[in-house]
């Protein structure tokens, strides 16, 4: 075994101690801070009828355990050294881009986050390694991979649930994984497309908000680098903070929803539904993201 493979297998066996030491309380949002409702959660993964019928294009829903059988969920916290061995190969070996928050905690390309290029295994080092509360304050990163042929045995992904039995699959070259430390905040955004994200390591809390709920989120700008943000730091504003309070007073008439993620639950977000996610955790999430059908119906805040 190489020196890096002894030192992956280090520090993946602290991952799980870790885990509750780099647990980051001081960006949660708090459920007593505001009148919270809970996402609809399931057991397993829907039937193609009934998440037609209740759920797609409609509202959100946490499907709890529906990717537990996945190899991913299984193996990968177990031997992150075999992992990043197989993403290595898959891409050549070199190095790999990395997103850096400018704050240390807010990620969003194009305004919080400068890219850097470094070698895989440093960025998962990074982030799964282990520590106390004195890695807080260390840099935090978050790291987008392609969904490489070299993993894809290790996910059962869930295309009959989208397209049918015999509708296609997800579009391979859209869909990725996504490494993040603890403490790693995604601001407020919405999306135009829909998205599963499946949790395969680690822990993530979602704040959402009805697309009904536009104008009170104070939406950002069309010129704004990112356009489908909010101007509004949730997190503070629930935390009591003056200013944002002050600021952006239609927050308080806003009803958020709120789910945590654990390994092998699956979040489906309907387009235009807005969301806040924290990395809780240190954490690996595969994301799948597809298109509108043309009979489905742009919200009015997207018009």
């Known amino acids: 075994m190489s020196r890096v493979d002894d ?26 801070a505001a009148a919270t409702t809970s ?23 946490k499907m709890r355990g ?9 193996a990968w ?5 075999a992992l990043v061995g197989r993403l290595e190969a898959a ?48 840099q ?6 392609p969904l490489v042929d070299q ?4 996910v059962d992904l869930p295309n009959t649930l989208v397209f049918g039995p015999d509708g296609g699959g997800f579009k391979q070259a859209n869909c990725g994984m996504w490494a993040s430390a603890a403490g790693n905040i995604t601001p407020l955004h919405y999306d135009l497309c829909h998205g599963f994200l499946v949790q395969i390591v680690g822990r993530k809390r979602w704040t959402l908000f009805s697309p009904d709920d536009y104008r009170l989120l104070y939406p950002s700008s069309s010129i704004d680098p990112n356009p489908l943000s909010s101007q509004v730091s949730i997190e503070q504003w629930y935390a009591g903070d003056a200013s944002q309070r002050a600021r952006f007073p239609k927050v308080a008439d806003a009803e958020p929803y709120h789910v945590d993620l654990e390994p092998g639950d699956i979040m489906y ?23 509108k059908r043309p009979d489905e119906p742009v919200h009015p805040c997207a018009l």
């Not at 991952?15 to 960006?27: C, H, L, N, R």
Request: charged fraction near 25%; glycine fraction near 8%; include cysteine.
């Open 7 to 32: 030192d992956l297998l280090a520090f993946v066996q602290l991952a799980a101690a870790a885990g509750a030491s780099q647990t980051t309380s001081s960006a949660t949002i708090s459920t007593t």
């Open 39 to 61: 996402v609809t959660e399931v057991e397993g993964l829907l039937s193609l009828d009934q998440f037609e019928e209740r759920f797609r294009h409609k509202r959100p829903v």
């Open 66 to 74: 529906a990717a537990r059988h996945w190899g991913a969920v299984q």
């Open 77 to 81: 916290a177990k031997d992150m050294g």
């Open 91 to 138: 891409m050549g070996g070199g190095d790999v881009a990395v997103l850096v928050a400018k704050d240390n905690r807010h990620f969003f390309k194009n305004a919080l986050c400068v890219e850097e290029r470094r070698k895989l295994s440093d960025i998962f080092r990074s982030i799964f390694g282990g520590g106390g509360d004195d890695d807080r304050d260390r």
């Open 140 to 145: 935090r990163l978050y790291c987008r991979l």
């Open 151 to 154: 993993v894809l045995d290790d």
């Open 269 to 291: 977000t309907p387009p235009f539904w807005w969301h806040h996610v924290e990395t809780v955790e240190p954490s690996i999430s595969v994301l799948l993201p597809w298109d």
